[in-house]
């Protein structure tokens, strides 16, 4: 054995290694160090201040010879064991540092769907890694719809959606996730996301094992996950009795909604959802739409067992502008009336609310898509009994956004607030 590991050893000084000169620059460094201090201490009965002096000033540069050396060798193994990372050796260091405080975030579970739930997820991922998002699988438009009926899979367009928003890959890989396909009679209107999922979900024959490889691919930072594996369906009843099923069927009506609910109404969650709520520090619901989104994924008994049962902290976002067929004329109470009806008052703590006003452009644009600004009636649902959190958390550009980073810092400002309040009450009793 130590004949084949003297020859390993000595291929440290092969030519070219590049890392001689570094050793050459240490071993200088602390040789100079060492022969003054011996020389210092031969001398120390001369009190020669000159001679302490040149002393000192050999041995700071002892030292900054053993530290260049260290540096250049570190700077040598990083860029041989990960020679496609570009960033400095502080910056991985930093980044390596900010991973450790993710990995010790809280528990988050997110409910929802559509653009609502990946816009509150870009946000959430700063402050954890331990992110579960609970999709709704009821979409029935668009590239998802059309591969829900043709191909007999579940839709992907809000899986991905998340996958995307959590992903800590490349931009270009996000981008080409994203790319829709704007020619070709088959390919028209789907996205490549879309098809990467369903085509994995065809070679693994599993559709839940396709998203697990999909998040591999994009290197989430937490878990995207559907509510439910079965093919359901949403039903909606409208106020002057008819009823509709299929999502894009009950938007496209543009009739005040009375209730929805799934078929099978039967339908069971996947296990993952109910371990991550079972195990959540806060559940989310929100922001999105809110009888195509967000109640879906509660409307599956389950789930909303699971929720009820469990300690976690409770949040609900309001959105902040109506959904034409869908809220129209909504307030942030009727918003949230409409929630606990269809499931249980239990289901929320705490709402946040939006408080910053719309610009008259935007509102004017919203106007003729029949849309407009949710009215706040903040009051009525703290007389509910409900805990409310105001505050600036929008963006506005084309449209009127939620802002990931304001979103999420108000909600973690709360949850740490909330914890800090639990942790008085247990010491004080």
């Known amino acids: 054995m130590p004949e084949q590991r003297k020859p390993r050893f000595f291929k440290w000084f092969y030519p070219g290694m590049g890392i001689k000169r570094w050793i050459s620059v240490c071993t200088s460094g602390l040789f100079l160090i060492v022969l003054v201090a011996v020389y210092t201490i031969r001398s120390f009965s001369k009190n020669n201040v000159l001679l302490a002096a040149f002393s000192t000033a050999l041995v700071i540069f002892g030292v900054f010879l053993i530290y260049t050396g260290i540096q250049n060798m570190l700077r040598i193994f990083v860029k041989t064991l990960m020679p496609e990372r570009k960033e400095e050796l502080v910056d991985l260091v930093y980044q390596k540092r900010q991973e450790r405080f ?40 668009g590239s998802s719809g059309r591969l829900r009926d043709e191909l007999d899979i579940l839709p992907p367009g809000d899986i991905r959606n998340c996958l995307v928003a959590l992903a800590d890959a490349e931009p270009l890989m ?19 996301g879309n098809l990467f999922i369903t085509a994995l979900s065809k070679v693994t024959g599993d559709f839940d094992k396709a998203i697990k ?26 106020f002057d009795g008819a009823v509709l099923k299929g999502e894009t069927n009950i938007t496209g009506r543009g009739m005040p909604i009375k209730r929805v609910w799934l078929e ?4 069971h969650a996947t296990p ?21 989104s967000v109640l879906p994924n509660l409307l599956i008994s389950e789930i909303l067992q699971k929720i ?50 719309v610009p008259e452009n935007l509102l004017t644009k919203y106007q003729s898509q029949n849309a407009s600004q949710v009215r706040i009636d903040i009051e009525k649902i703290r007389e509910r009994g409900y805990e409310v959190v105001e505050g600036s958390m929008v963006k506005f550009g084309e449209q009127v956004r939620h802002d990931p980073e304001l979103l999420a810092k108000l909600m973690f400002e709360k949850l740490l ?8 009450v247990t010491v004080e009793r």
């Open 102 to 141: 993710l990995e010790r975030g809280p528990r988050v579970v997110a409910i929802g769907g559509g653009t609502g739930l990946s816009t509150l997820l870009q946000g959430l991922k700063k402050y954890t890694k331990n992110i579960t998002a609970i999709v709704t699988v009821t979409d029935t438009g």
């Open 272 to 292: 993952e959802s109910l371990d991550a709520i079972e195990n959540a520090d806060v559940i989310i619901c929100g922001p999105g739409s809110l009888f195509t």
């Open 417 to 424: 607030e909330m914890n800090a309040q639990k942790d008085r």
């Open 213 to 238: 490889e999909s998040s591999k691919v994009l290197a989430i930072r937490g878990h995207v996950i559907p509510s439910t594996l079965e093919k359901v369906s949403l039903v909606g009843e409208f």
């Open 264 to 267: 099978p109404e039967n339908c």
């Open 308 to 357: 009820l049962s469990s300690e976690a902290k409770k949040f609900y976002v309001a959105n902040v502008m109506t959904q034409p067929g869908e809220t129209d004329g909504f307030s942030v109470f009727d918003h949230l009336e409409s929630l606990i009806r269809h499931t249980d008052p239990r289901l929320v703590d705490t709402v946040f609310v939006n408080t910053d006003p």
């Open 174 to 192: 996000l981008q080409l996730f994203q790319y829709r396909f704007e020619n070709g009679s088959g390919l028209k209107g789907h996205s490549f």
